[in-house]
């Protein structure tokens, strides 16, 4: 069983700056890939950010330059540093953990920016 735990959502006013946590947990061999996705009632999830086991990083066009994701898939551990936060930023940011054959979700932490 592998679990993962988001900490850090909250309210935060437009142009602040908010950092998420997410921790892995279980029978976890090797990550591959940890990231964030985030969702808004009514839309399909999103790419936010992803880290890959070798350092390599993706962002969504739309958080390139605020947002930036760091940790150690080694240590099962990814983080969220966003910052010029906007409104449309508003979600439920979702960690991800992609072992060998299966992506795990977290339960989600919302985050909400007000203008």
């Known amino acids: 069983q592998v679990q993962l735990v988001e900490s850090g959502g909250g309210l935060v006013q437009a142009g602040g700056s908010l950092s998420l946590s997410c921790a892995a947990s279980?029978?976890?061999?090797?990550?591959?890939?940890m990231g964030w996705y985030r969702q808004v009632p009514g839309k399909p999830r999103e790419l936010v950010a992803t880290?890959?086991?070798?350092?390599?990083?993706n962002y969504a066009d739309s958080v390139k330059g605020r947002f930036t994701i760091s940790g150690d898939n080694a240590k099962k551990t990814t983080y969220l540093q966003m910052n010029s936060l906007k409104p449309e930023d508003t979600a439920v940011y979702y960690c991800?953990?992609?072992?060998?054959?299966?992506?795990?979700w977290g339960q989600g932490t919302q985050v909400t920016v007000s203008s």
């Open positions: 991800i953990a992609d072992l060998s054959v299966r992506r795990y």
């Open positions: 880290l890959g086991s070798g350092g390599s990083t």
């Open positions: 279980g029978m976890i061999f090797s990550i591959t890939v």
